[in-house]
């Protein structure tokens, strides 16, 4: 089917600024090297997404991109991220507004590691457990996305083998911020590891069932 393009709305467009915004924030924070990872987020039925191999910094309003739920791109003359199945398969399968995937260096060594995140924090918790690593598979292909969404069965967040890890929020601040939680859990459970004649203590079921319930109050409420 042919290609629908057509202009982008104020709310599209306000998304696409979030969109850009928080790409770039996951270079500053050195989560990303280049364009090694990708940002989405839904507006409306629309989805919009960074595009394939376009260096952050460089994305100006006109480059906005974006696909309906199919994947067809309906807005924008740029090539959409070759992760986009992944991004589709969470929007397709949640109540996920946004999408964060990176190449994080923490995140990514654990998923050369284990196949779950020992429970070394109670912020696992957020993501709804123990964080699971996805079983690898070629990128942008649909049997990443598969294995992505067995991982993710459950929770917001998950790592993927010999890859990164990626996470899913309502907003695309707590997407970010649980991309950046569980890049902080895996460094500390390196970090725990890396000592010699001693191993990280973990909790119990029972103590991150405690800590979810905590969890679900924490913050303002008005």
């Known amino acids: 089917m042919a290609e629908q393009l057509r202009d982008a709305n104020e709310e ?9 915004a928080t790409a770039r924030r996951t270079v500053a924070d050195g989560l990303v090297v280049g364009t090694s990872g990708n940002v989405s987020a839904r507006a409306g039925d629309v989805v ?19 696909v309906d739920l199919d994947g067809r791109r309906v807005l924008g003359s740029l090539v959409p991220t070759s992760e986009l199945p992944m991004h589709l398969s969470v929007y397709r399968t949640t109540d996920a507004r ?9 995140a990514t060594a654990v998923s050369l590691l284990v196949t779950e995140l020992p429970p070394v924090h109670y ?41 990164g890890m990626i996470t899913y929020g309502a907003t695309l601040d707590q997407a970010y911020d649980r991309t950046a939680q569980l890049e902080w859990m895996c460094r500390l459970w390196l970090t725990a590891s890396a000592v010699p004649g001693l191993t990280p203590s973990l909790l119990t079921e029972a103590q991150m069932a405690e800590a979810g319930t905590r969890l679900k109050g924490y913050g303002q409420r008005g």
Do not use: F, K
């Not at 599209?12 to 969109?19: C, K």
């Not at 079983?135 to 069965?153: Q, V």
């Open 12 to 20: 599209e467009a306000r998304v696409w600024e979030e969109v850009v």
């Open 48 to 66: 919009l997404v960074t595009p394939s191999g376009v260096p952050y910094d460089r994305l100006a309003p006109e480059d906005i991109t974006g």
């Open 98 to 106: 946004a999408v964060v995937h990176t190449h994080a260096v923490h």
């Open 123 to 163: 912020m696992a918790a957020a993501l709804g457990g123990p964080v699971r690593v996805a079983r690898y598979a070629a990128y942008g292909t649909d049997e990443l996305a598969e294995n992505m969404l067995r991982a993710l069965d459950g929770r917001s967040g998950c790592l993927l083998q010999n890859h």
